[in-house]
């Protein structure tokens, strides 16, 4: 199977030889190193300063998200939220379970959000901004450049979900006063999922310190205070975070600059050869990690299925209203323009096999 979904992706076959051998045991000087080397890594490909930290959750992107809800926000707080798709719709739904005061700034799906949008919200009495950068449900990419002005000039404490970015769009999380940055394990990280972080900058930690949750698994302190040895304060997906270690490695060694570029000649290459085909894209800005292809004329799910069952390649289906007309191919993970090549062909016997 050739997988074009945005998660889990291709893996590569020395993410996948470690996925193979035996667990080790955690609780020792060498698994310690790892988690060590995984923080600093991990802030260095992020972006994010010298003073910020960073913690492993064992959970997926969505672990990490209502971690960083319930360690950094309380019911003092007023929250934007910006509703653009099922992962945005997803931060209102955590606001609503742990009683944040909000507001969501509800988005056409596909479409992005303009400073003219933002703008009636400024000096509204808000404390933090909360977006996904990466729309994955619709493939957008919001404009960072102008979230991180608005939360400078209206002095916003600012969570943003790259779990579909990170690696695969530019992340600058210091230059873009991001004060939480949740990433997860499956997606521009290219391992199984089952992992997420959060790097948090000083104003995070000093929220941290002071939000006293009533929680134990999702305790940031906890899992910071472990972290200064490199450890976790439960058991941990420990295959998966030596997975990611080699990852890590794998893109400082290769350097980020090249990888960004590898993701998005990929996308690139994918854009160029639908053109003419029976469906046109569905995100107004999209991420390189992701394109998304409204159908014409056809049901999205039934391409899906035949993709699968037929033509043994997963593209990425959508679920909810979006699911008989859009569909989605990934571009993270250990995929090629020939790859790309080989795909197109499948989507046009599928196309006629379905019509």
């Known amino acids: 199977m050739l997988n074009f979904t945005v998660g889990p992706v291709q893996m590569n076959d020395q993410v996948r030889k470690i996925g193979s051998e035996q667990v080790p045991y955690f609780r020792t000087d060498e698994f310690s190193t790892v988690m060590l080397e995984n923080e600093r890594l991990l802030k260095e490909l992020a972006g994010a300063s010298s003073s910020s930290r960073a913690v492993f959750i064992t959970g997926s992107g969505t672990a990490s998200m209502e971690a960083a809800v319930m360690n950094c926000l309380t019911i003092h707080d007023k929250v934007l939220v910006v509703d653009g798709g099922s992962f945005g719709h997803r931060f209102c739904e955590l606001m609503d379970i742990h009683s944040i005061p909000y507001e969501a700034l509800v988005l056409e799906r596909g479409q992005v959000f303009t400073e003219a949008d933002l703008a009636p919200y400024a000096q509204g009495g808000f404390t933090a901004f909360v977006l996904n950068m990466g729309e994955t449900s619709t493939g957008v990419l919001y404009n960072m450049e102008l979230v991180a002005q608005f939360c400078r000039d209206n002095n916003l404490f600012l ?42 900058s000083e104003a995070a930690l000093d929220r941290v310190q002071k939000a006293y949750p009533a929680i134990m698994y999702f305790d940031l302190t906890r899992a910071l205070a472990n972290a200064e040895r490199g450890q976790t304060p439960f058991t941990p997906a420990v295959g998966i975070l030596l997975q990611i270690n080699e990852r890590l490695r794998e893109v400082t060694s290769i350097g980020l600059e090249a990888e960004l570029a590898r993701v998005r000649h990929q996308a690139e290459d994918f ?59 990934g571009h993270i993970g250990n995929l090629t323009p020939s790859d790309n090549a080989a795909l197109i062909e499948a989507l046009k016997y599928a196309l006629d096999d379905i019509n």
């Open 271 to 329: 854009r160029q050869r639908i053109e003419g085909m029976p469906f046109h894209p569905f995100a107004a800005h999209p991420s390189c990690a992701v394109t998304s292809l409204e159908a014409e004329g056809f049901s999205a799910r039934d391409l899906f299925v035949q993709m699968k069952d037929v033509y043994h390649m997963w593209v990425c289906p959508n679920g909810g209203e979006l699911a008989d007309r859009v569909f989605r191919v």
């Open 159 to 200: 969570i943003t979900d790259a779990i579909s970015s990170f690696l695969a769009d530019e992340v600058h999380m210091a230059k873009w006063g991001i004060d939480v940055l949740i990433i997860g394990s499956q997606k521009g990280l290219a391992v199984p999922p089952g992992a997420s972080a959060l790097v948090l």
